[in-house]
Every structure is written in C-alpha cells, then in structure tokens.
C-alpha cells in the first residue's frame, strides 16, 4: 500500500514522522520497514553520519540494510570540516521538503537529541559570528580547561555538555562572550511531527549494544579509526567525536590495552544510552513502541 495523498495538516504544516531511542535501539531496522510500507524516505538524525568514512562507529546504514530506500544526511562532510548543528537543521529541513515535494513521507530517525529537537521543535539559533582567533586560541588548550571556561561563563550550558566535546564547547563560549549566556532558544516547528521511540528494558538493551560491538569489531571498527587518524583526522578530534572513536583512538595511542578499551566502550555507551533515556521521557509527545505492528497503527492514525 502506498500512501500518495498530499501530507499536509489542518494547520497547513506537512507531515514529520520522528523515530528516536536509545543507541542500539534499532531504530534504521524499524525506520526502513515503515518507509518501504508508508512509501517514505529516511533523513538520519545522527550528529555522526554526517561525516564521510566514519562507517562502522556511527552504524551507518549498508545499502543491504537501506533495501532501496533512500536515506539523506549521511556522508555529507569531512570529518575535519567545521560541521555543528546549525548547519545540520539546514540540511536537514533542504533534505525533508525535498522528500515532501515528491509526494512521499519524511521520517527523521535518529538518537541525537539536540539534533533531532533542532528540527522537530525548529530551534531559531543566535546569530553570532565564529570568532576565528578565538577558536584558534581555544583549539590549542586541554578541553578540560575550555570546559572549565565555558563554566565560568554559563555554568547552565556546560552542564549540558560533554566536556571532551571541545567544538561545542567553544562555540558556546562564543555565544556566551557575546551575549552575556547562551539564551534558551526559541522554536517555531516547520513541520507537524509525530514523535516515535523504541523502547526496550535496560537488561535487553545491554544485550543488544554488547552484540552490536562485538559485530563492529568483527567488520573493522578498529580498522576505521586508525584509517581515519592516517587520513588526517587527528587523534585529539577522533576522541572529540566520543565513544567508540575516543575509545579506539586510546587504545591504538598505547593509552588502554584492548580489553580495557572494550569494557570502557561497553560502559561508556551504556551510559550514553541512560542520557539519551533520561532526555526523551522527559518528552511526553513520544509513542512508545515495541514493534513495526504498533508504529504502523499509530501512523495511520496520525496520517488520517
């Protein structure tokens, strides 16, 4: 069945269909049957895809997996480019009209929540200039001691940040030296979503994120981040762009042996797993569901 209809509400705002969760969730699995069902196209919600060539740690979707259906906001930019949300929100919403204009159905499927919620909620960012001789002079320092002036600065930011995340630290401390904090932002949503989790218990999620490791190691993981490091990516933003790459990268500079780096990885994103969690249930607009049976009511409901 393919639903061809002009996908516009009452309020004139076309029609978004979210899917999120926790990492390893199995959210491409899920998002690629209701695409293929609903005659959809996918736009990857991950602060990660966007970069060429970081394949296996992000978990990309294989052409296998994709079975012809289309996926945008993946392989977009180099891994040393300059790439932060702003930018993202703009590919993003270029990518969902696109799909929109053709007559088929949007889903935005992804785990990274500032990311998603800069599209679901249309974040309206400051207009603040990069400060290129202060990002220069910034780069250079620890990130600990750029997160620790970002505290100074906006000790609220930088509790929503991770530390070792020095890009976003910075343009924070940017925002910040500019207008006095980084404001709360304000939304004026493009798009009416419907807003789609996968929920699984804690113990079944570990399962899933212990398989899914063991299956990226196997294809070359390891391989990945140091082909990257070759490439030019240095090992400072290999370990700025987290988990596995930070893990990996420890451990190919001799810093961990390697089942250290594999127990730090398996607790690290465990942990990033009980962020993600805590973000989303504050979230009450999510429909929680266990399979593809449950999603496809809820759509057709919201389709009409």
């Known amino acids: 069945m393919e639903f061809n209809r002009k996908i516009k509400t009452m309020n004139n705002k076309p029609k978004l269909i979210a899917i999120t969760g926790p990492t390893a969730a199995g959210k491409t699995s899920l998002s690629i049957k209701l695409a293929k069902k609903f005659n959809g196209e996918v736009v990857s919600a991950d602060s990660r895809q966007v970069y060429k060539d970081m394949d296996l740690g992000t978990g990309k979707v294989t052409p296998e997996e994709a079975q012809g259906v289309p996926h945008h906001l993946i392989d977009v930019v180099e891994p040393q480019e300059d790439f932060n949300v702003v930018h993202f929100q703009e590919l993003a919403y270029e990518a969902i009209d696109e799909i929109l204009n053709k007559n088929k ?12 919620y800069s599209v679901v909620d249309g974040y309206v960012f400051p207009g603040v200039e990069p400060k290129p001789e202060l ?16 505290k100074k600065l906006d000790p609220e930011r930088a509790e929503e940040l991770e530390k070792n995340n020095k890009r976003r630290v910075i ?17 004026k949503p493009r798009y009416d979503c419907l807003l789609l989790g996968i929920k699984h218990s804690r113990e079944k999620l570990k399962e899933r994120i212990a398989e899914r490791l063991e299956k990226r190691f196997n294809k070359g993981m390891i391989e990945e981040v140091k082909n990257l490091h070759e490439q030019g990516v240095s090992w400072e933003q290999l370990e700025e762009f987290g988990l596995e790459y930070r893990w990996i990268a420890r451990f190919l500079q001799d810093k961990i042996d390697k089942g250290e780096m594999k127990e730090s990885l398996q607790k690290d994103i465990e942990h990033f797993s009980k962020n993600q969690m805590t973000w989303f249930k504050k979230d009450d607009r999510i429909h929680w569901v266990e399979d593809k049976k449950e999603a496809e009511k809820i759509i057709k409901d919201f389709l009409g």
């Open 105 to 116: 159905l949007p889903l935005f499927v992804g785990g990274s929540p500032f990311y998603l």
């Open 135 to 150: 990002r220069e002079r910034l780069q250079e320092k620890p990130a600990e001691e750029v997160y620790r002036k970002l």
């Open 171 to 187: 343009r924070s401390i940017e925002i910040a030296r500019e207008l006095g904090e980084v404001p709360d932002l304000e939304n």
